[in-house]
């Protein structure tokens, strides 16, 4: 769906959820100020038992001159929106919203589909907030958001309270949306700086007496009382500095589901796989190396256990997740190749890129890619090389001419990375642009000459590669384990499903 499709109602009222949070209230009015320019006649509500009572958000909604409406719940009960309604951070007949009577109804989230969506759905559970879904909307409709710093301050806060001040972020799109907003950075600093109240201190300090620890993995396990996810990274953040702690889990329950911080401080665990892991099948969950976080739907959790207690939970899947992975590191590992099988990579047509040909060397460079952020600086021998479903890694020049052999045909990325969800791009650390690093990619093809070993994976793994040793490489059973033939601590992993699709077995 398009914000263009809804162009055909008026009026146009947008409902953010009850209690409402930044997010919500950020993205209601990016949809508020679209309508507006459209010259629909367009209201922005939100109902419940409560009006906003937080200072932050009461701030927000004052220096930001938000035109938010409160609709009593009596009130509720009979007012029926005429043309269109358009639930906003939740889904209609959801238990976070109050149900309006409406002619039409949309739906824009990012959180998991809690009912069958309709004709007028767009849901992105993969994103850090519904503001960014909200921002991708708008730029696909050539919303001109550059000059509008309130609308942008809004969508900066929306998304920054929803990740727990970005550390939760782990969706390229999220990160772009950060690079590309105009920001009210004063007004950033007074939002955040009133963030806790003194209730929520006292929650925090409870907490804290209140935790579980596993000797053996040395992790840490809190239940708070229900809060502002903020409170959950604060009481995490606090958590981790304990010497014996090097993983945490803060968690308390909504009314929907239950919502988790995550703090790593060891490189063997990352905060942002964890948080996945432990939401997998019942929500989402991502963010940074060291910070993130999630959320699980309570009607799927308690599909699949309806007898457990969440302490119970959240302790055995963290046992699980530490259990589930050995670690490999690449430059000291003595692989067995006898328990491997040779291939050879087939000859289907790839990406490269020289990177001393798009900035100069020395430039600090982040390459953005849906597998995270890669951090490196230009070097003269660097190619940056682009698979076939966008994932990218480094590589030498020595190694290039000794693997792939250049064709003399232009990159074509519609027909290159058709199966890719995100186009990578390269950021320039000292300057802050973005750059897409396919509009410099030029087409490859593997020579065939150089053979890898690989075996399936039976068990998870973490390789920490001969050119990332601080960040691994993840890989589930199912896998590949692969090593170059002429170097063995070339270790890393394939994703099954690019493995099938690029690798041939030599018959010996």
């Known amino acids: 769906m398009r914000l263009s499709d809804l162009e055909q109602f008026n009026p146009i009222t947008i409902q953010c959820h009850d209690n409402p949070d930044a997010d919500t209230i950020a993205s209601g009015y990016g949809l508020y100020c679209f309508f507006q320019s459209k010259k629909k006649q367009v209201r922005l509500v939100y109902s419940g038992r409560n009006r906003i009572q937080k200072s932050n958000l009461k701030l927000m909604v004052e220096k ?23 639930t906003v951070d939740c889904q209609y007949g959801a238990g976070n919203v109050t149900k309006l009577a409406a002619d039409y109804v949309a739906v824009i989230d990012h959180h998991q589909a809690e009912a069958e969506a309709g004709e007028w759905t767009e849901i992105h559970p993969e994103l850090g907030s519904c503001a960014t879904l909200v921002w991708k909307m ?24 929803d990740t727990n001040q970005f550390s939760e972020l782990h969706n390229p799109l999220d990160m772009d949306m950060i690079d590309e907003l105009p920001v009210n950075n004063t007004l950033i600093t007074l939002f955040r700086n009133s963030n806790i109240s003194l209730k929520e201190l006292e929650i925090a300090g409870i907490a804290l007496i209140r935790y579980s620890y596993n000797d053996d993995y040395e992790f840490a396990v809190i239940k708070s009382q229900p809060c502002d996810p903020n409170i959950l990274g604060l009481i995490s953040d606090f958590l981790l500095q304990v010497d014996a702690v090097k993983t945490c889990v803060v968690f308390n329950e909504a009314d929907d589901g239950y919502k ?21 099948g019942m929500g989402s969950g991502g963010g940074h190396y060291e910070k993130a976080g999630g959320f699980i739907s309570l009607r799927r959790y308690e599909e699949k256990f309806p007898t457990m207690h969440t302490e119970g939970y959240f302790n055995n899947r963290m046992t699980e997740y530490f259990d589930s992975f050995e ?8 692989v067995d190749l006898t328990a491997m099988q040779p291939y050879l990579k087939r000859k289907i047509p790839m990406g490269y890129v020289k ?24 070097e003269e021998d660097l190619y940056i090389m682009i698979g076939i479903k966008g994932e990218v890694y480094p590589n030498r020049r020595k190694k290039f001419m000794e693997s792939y052999r250049v064709l003399d045909k232009p990159y074509n990325e519609s027909e290159t990375l058709a199966a890719a969800e995100y186009s990578p791009t390269i950021k320039n650390r000292e300057s802050g ?39 691994y490489m993840s890989g589930r059973p199912g896998d590949y384990l692969a090593v170059r033939c002429d170097d063995c601590h070339d270790i890393y992993v394939v994703e099954r499903d690019l493995f099938m699709r690029s690798y041939d077995e030599i018959q010996v």
């Open 64 to 86: 930001l001159n938000l035109p938010v409406e409160y609709i009593p719940v009596e009130q509720a009960v009979w007012e029926k929106p005429c043309g269109l309604l358009v």
């Open 138 to 161: 708008l730029v696909e409709e050539g919303y001109e958001i550059d000059d509008e710093k309130g609308l942008g301050t809004a969508l900066y806060y929306g998304l920054y309270s």
């Open 260 to 280: 988790f911080s995550v703090r790593s401080c060891i490189r063997e665990v990352n905060a942002s796989e964890l948080a996945s892991y432990l939401a997998e």
């Open 327 to 334: 670690v490999i590191y690449a430059e000291k590992y003595e």
């Open 355 to 378: 990177a001393g040909e798009v900035l100069p060397v020395g430039t600090p460079i982040t390459i953005r890619t849906l597998e995270g952020d890669i951090d490196l600086t230009v």
């Open 433 to 471: 642009k973005n750059l897409s690093l396919t509009e410099f990619a030029k087409l490859c093809v593997p020579t065939g000459e150089v053979h890898i070993y690989a075996r399936p994976l039976d068990k998870g793994v973490k390789v920490f590669t001969a050119w990332d040793k601080d960040r």
